[in-house]
């Protein structure tokens, strides 16, 4: 059994399975690809829809590092940060999911993302673990990616 994390993002941390890393107020969090490593970056650029840290700067990154092998998901939150990042997941042919209005406590990110026409597909909360394993396990099987 692989024992996972979750901690806020440092400049050059290498990403590693099993562990996730949530971006520190007042930084973007973006990927950076280095050869076959990709590594955590930290950006003070100017907040995006008045948000930083941005979820639109992540997903651009993420669709640039990781192309047609991104599952981006969209819960809960205000505003319309979200939008333009699935936008550009879609264009490098990645999947992205959105939590569905009649579970969310704002339906402002998932709803915008929805009405722009960028979510493959909308789940109520308690439905949303469970697609991202089946997605996930479905992408190994494409690529013969066995655990």
Do not use: K
């Not at 007042?26 to 950006?43: F, I, P, S």
């Not at 939008?83 to 402002?108: D, K």
């Amino acid at each position: 059994m692989r024992r996972s994390s979750i901690r806020e993002g440092e400049p050059g941390q290498e990403l590693q399975a099993g562990h996730a890393w949530i971006a520190p107020g007042d930084y973007h969090m973006v990927l950076e690809r280095q050869g076959t490593m990709v590594r955590v970056g930290l950006n003070r650029e100017a907040p995006e829809h008045s948000c930083q840290p941005a979820v639109d700067a992540l997903f651009r990154s993420v669709a640039a590092a990781f192309g047609a092998n991104v599952l981006a998901v969209v819960l809960t939150g205000m505003g319309a940060d979200g939008v333009r990042g699935c936008e550009v997941v879609r264009q490098h042919g990645g999947q992205v999911l959105v939590q569905g209005e009649e579970s969310s406590v704002v339906w402002g990110m998932p709803g915008q993302v929805a009405a722009a026409g960028h979510a493959h597909a909308i789940f109520p909360l308690h439905g949303i673990a469970g697609e991202i394993s089946r997605r996930v396990q479905a992408n190994r099987s494409l690529v013969g990616i066995r655990r």
